[in-house]
Nanobody, 126 residues
Framework: QVQLEESGGGLVQAGGSLRLSCAAS????????MGWFRQAPGKEREFVAS????????YYADSVTGRFTISSDNAKNTVYLQMNDLKPEDTAVYYC???????????????????WGQGTQVTVSS
């Protein structure tokens, strides 16, 4: 099993920045890809960003490209999501997820994720 714990959410004004962290513990050696997803009230959960644990390849949803950056610190078993130029439509609960199969592209195109965090709320005020 792999446990994921997100942190870093909060309330920010439009145009501001936040950095989310996802700390992984447990059988992290089995993980091949990590991703961030979000779910706004009344909407389905959607893909935000992903990366391959091999260090090759990062992938983004069109809505966040150029504003969000996903990265990892393998020594800390932590994945980050740097979010800049935040917009009210970015308001959502953000979830970290891990997959034992495939790579970051696999995550983007809808591959199943094996582990999920509890989520962290991001609220962007206008």
């Amino acid at each position: 099993q792999v446990q994921l714990e997100e942190s870093g959410g909060g309330l920010v004004q439009a145009g501001g920045s936040l950095r989310l962290s996802c700390a992984a513990s447990g059988r992290t050696f089995s993980v091949s890809a990590m991703g961030w997803f979000r779910q706004a009230p009344g909407k389905e959960r959607e893909f935000v960003a992903s990366l391959s644990c091999s260090g090759i390849g990062t992938y983004y949803a069109d809505s966040v490209t150029g504003r969000f950056t996903i990265s990892s610190d393998n020594a800390k078993n932590t994945v980050y999501l740097q979010m800049n130029d935040l917009k009210p439509e970015d308001t959502a609960v953000y979830y970290c997820a891990a997959s034992n199969y495939g790579n970051g592209r696999h995550v983007k195109i809808g591959g199943d994720m094996d582990y999920w965090g509890q989520g962290t709320q991001v609220t962007v005020s206008s």
